[in-house]
């Protein structure tokens, strides 16, 4: 196979769009991509071996790496497009390649998180933590070999929490399927392409941000998360998913900031339903245990044991509780909307703060991504703001220290919170549970 050149599997894998016949391209664009904008058959690049560019570094010339893949294991591949330097921050990528704690945040904001901050280890120096927070326990721990920091898998949890997952084999397509089998057809229905003779319709575009197709065509899944029996097949006699993906829709301006307006992803169903793939203990139908907290399409806000309905509408900040419906959203805690209305959800996918709207039909329900991001986040348990520690804010302002390891420091915090400032809170602000549970 004739190699491809660098400069052209760069612009590929970037994900860069190129005009063709009046319509717009990138890499993934739903389905599988360009093969190799991932895999080298002879380990070269341009006709140079890969470890001249940077990409492997671990394989001599014509001894390829596992899978033919162009990095050194899977995530190292995905991220060799996803990472990006702070000053090239955007769009796709989801890990800052040289942050460094005391000295660069991380510097993408996208809804899943930045994976740079499994690199941030805080000691319990100050009232910030009651323990040390490990770097680890900051995301998913994918294992991607090539890149500092992200070379070991999780040390602590050698499975997934409520699962048999195992940490070694944890990177970037146990949740994503680069070769994907599900899709969505003209109707709205999620289907597969299955074997011989099956005619589930091609992909023709990317369905994370609410492309609709038509006729016999398809649209890929969101983020391309993996369906019903997906395993990557490096992981044999692993799980295997019992779960289809979610309904959901990002708007497509997504990596930025949040200093003003929310960048708002409109979550359907299905999300926690999708996490039970690996996550099954932890997966909670039930109102009215008392163990676990629900998340799942049939924890709805209106009608649960507390009024969460309510009291997410009426919640602005601690001891403010006058907001509505029609102006209470925040995606510091999402939900979703109990929906698989791709249509309905892509008018709500908006990151220009033209939507700010909260529940309105009294279906909407608690998942997991209400708590957590996807990927990783600047606080423990990966969740979307400290909970950690008493307050968020102290006398209008981050509780921050000057030093760069004993808690977050003055820059750390404010990225953590996607860069919100603090007088969007109350002057003393408790945790963001209360937009649920309203006990400040």
């Not at 003209?186 to 197709?213: D, E, K």
């Not at 309510?310 to 959203?329: E, I, P």
């Not at 809170?425 to 309203?438: D, E, I």
């Amino acid at each position: 196979m004739k190699a491809v050149k660098l400069s052209l599997v760069i612009m590929a894998a970037a994900l860069v769009t190129i005009g063709l016949s009046g319509m717009a391209y990138a890499f993934h664009e739903g389905g599988v991509a360009t093969c190799d904008g991932c895999h080298t058959m002879h380990n070269s690049v341009g006709g140079v071996k890969a470890a001249q560019k940077g990409l492997s570094g671990k394989a001599a010339q014509y001894t390829g790496n596992q899978s033919l893949l162009i990095g050194t294991d899977q995530s190292s591949t995905c991220l060799f497009c996803h990472a990006s330097k702070a000053a090239s921050a955007s769009s796709y990528h989801v890990f800052t390649s040289d942050a460094k704690q005391g000295t660069q945040v991380p510097a993408n904001y996208t809804p899943g998180g930045d994976f740079a901050w499994l690199t941030f280890t805080y000691t319990a120096t100050s009232d910030m933590h009651t323990a040390a927070v490990l770097g680890e326990r900051h995301g998913h721990n994918v294992v991607a070999t090539d890149f500092s920091g992200l070379a070991l898998p999780d040390s602590t949890l050698h499975t997934a929490p409520g699962g048999t997952y195992s940490a070694n084999n944890l990177s970037c397509i146990s949740c994503h399927d680069p070769h994907p089998s599900a899709r969505i057809n003209a109707s709205g229905t999620l289907v597969y392409r299955g074997g011989a003779g099956s005619t589930p319709g091609p992909i023709i575009g990317s369905g994370s941000t609410g492309a609709i197709p038509t006729g016999t065509d398809t649209v890929g899944v969101y983020r391309l998360l993996g369906g019903k029996s997906y395993l990557p097949k490096s992981y044999a006699g692993g799980p295997a998913f019992n779960y289809d993906p979610p309904f959901a829709v990002a708007p497509s301006s997504y990596n930025r900031q949040e200093t003003s307006t929310d960048t708002r992803v409109a979550y359907g169903q299905g999300m926690s339903e999708w996490c039970t793939n690996c996550h099954t203990a932890i997966h909670n139908d039930s109102l009215s245990s008392n163990l676990i907290h629900p998340a799942s399409n049939a924890a709805v806000l209106k009608g649960s044991i507390v009024d969460a309905y309510t009291n997410y509408n009426m919640y602005v900040k601690s001891g403010d509780l006058s907001g509505t419906s029609a102006n209470s959203y925040t995606s510091m805690v999402p939900y979703e909307e109990h929906t698989s209305d791709r249509v309905a959800l892509a008018k709500h996918a908006v990151s220009d703060g033209s939507v700010i709207g909260g529940p309105n039909g009294g279906s909407e329900n608690v998942m997991c991504l209400s708590c957590h991001r996807a990927h990783a986040t600047g606080f423990d348990h990966m969740t979307r703001w400290d909970n950690d520690f008493e307050f968020i804010t102290e006398s209008s302002a981050y509780p921050v220290s000057a030093t760069a390891t004993s808690i977050y420091n003055k820059t750390e915090y404010p990225a953590a919170m996607y860069g919100r400032p603090p007088s969007m809170y109350a002057t003393f602000q408790r945790s963001l549970c209360n937009k649920c549970h309203v006990k400040d």
